[in-house]
């Protein structure tokens, strides 16, 4: 599994942050990275499962426009894989948000 957080992975801050282009939620190099990520080398028949640790999770709207800009990169991108991802495995739980690591512990 791949637990994907986006305030500061997919939407870095802070100094050296790259600005963000206004069509676009995320900057494409973080959406590359991402790619990469998932078109890494898996056993047969194995494919990595995205789950959605962020807080981004708890607001439909805020999903909605991940994979609006998943959708949005996939288009520039054609042969990547964010350019067929439809949608989230699952998300670490909406109702208990504390330390990341306990979150997605309790998923696990």
């Known amino acids: 599994f791949i637990f994907l957080d986006i305030d500061?992975?997919?939407?870095p801050f802070g100094p050296?942050?790259?600005?963000?282009?206004?069509?676009a939620l995320f900057d494409d190099r973080c959406?590359?990275?991402?790619s990469t990520?998932?078109?890494a080398p898996f056993p047969p028949g194995q494919r990595p499962q995205?789950?959605?640790s962020s807080t981004w999770r708890a607001q439909p709207e805020?999903?909605?426009?991940?994979l609006t800009d998943f959708a949005r990169f996939g288009k520039v991108f054609e042969s990547g894989p964010l350019a067929s991802f439809t949608g989230f495995f699952d998300t670490t739980s909406v109702s208990h948000f504390g330390a990341r690591?306990?979150?997605i512990a309790s998923w696990l």
Do not use: K, Y
């Not at 050296?16 to 069509?23: D, N």
């Not at 959406?31 to 991402?34: E, F, K, N, V, Y």
């Not at 805020?62 to 991940?66: L, P, W």
């Open 62 to 66: 805020f999903v909605n426009s991940i």
């Open 16 to 23: 050296g942050a790259p600005i963000v282009s206004t069509s």
């Open 8 to 11: 500061g992975v997919l939407l």
């Open 31 to 34: 959406l590359i990275a991402l």
């Open 37 to 39: 990520l998932l078109d």
């Open 50 to 52: 995205v789950v959605l």
């Open 101 to 103: 690591q306990h979150e």
